[in-house]
């Protein structure tokens, strides 16, 4: 699995409720509405940076943190974000996000810009910052993560496999 897409930069601590804010939890009940309001609290501009299917969110330490609402990495995802790269995640919202079907990456983001455009081989391991030339090995996806994703998620997996086959 390849994917290339530009970078949208957050800093640390990005948590749930800056994901997309608590005030909408019933208010809005369509994801792709929901998508609309994306960060939001943090840059009301945000949504506008997202090129549909070719942007990754890379941030900092702690990616996730707060609550355990599938909204967030739904939210995401909905928006047109492929990945999501950060330095570590909440371990309840890195589950999700591969439940959903959201690819989730753990490097050191530093050497990442806005705007630079970067192309993810999950199958090699490996992130190459096209826009400065740098390249970044990472843990390879194991095989049946990578089949999650391809499939959108653990329910799209199951209903199409009938079981987990881990």
């Known amino acids: 699995m390849k994917l290339t897409a530009k970078a949208i930069k957050l800093g640390d601590n990005i948590n749930t409720d800056f994901i997309i804010s608590g005030r909408y939890k019933f208010s809005i009940t369509d994801i792709t509405e929901l998508a609309k309001h994306i960060m939001e609290d943090i840059d009301p501009a945000f949504p506008a940076k997202i090129l549909s299917g070719k942007s990754v969110i890379v941030a900092g330490s702690n990616f996730g943190m707060g609550s355990s609402r599938e909204q967030a990495p739904l939210v995401i995802k909905a928006a047109g974000i492929t990945a999501v790269l950060a330095k570590s995640f909440a371990r309840i919202f890195y589950r999700n996000a591969f439940n959903i079907g959201l690819p989730l990456i753990e490097l050191d983001t530093d050497k990442i810009s806005e705007g630079d455009e970067l192309e993810i081989d999950f199958n090699r391991g490996l992130v190459k910052n096209l826009s400065k030339n740098i390249e ?24 199409k496999y009938g079981e987990l086959k881990v």
Do not use: A, H, W
């Open 136 to 159: 970044f090995t990472i843990s390879p996806l194991p095989e049946f993560m990578q089949k999650l994703l391809q499939e959108g998620g653990v329910i799209n997996y199951y209903k």
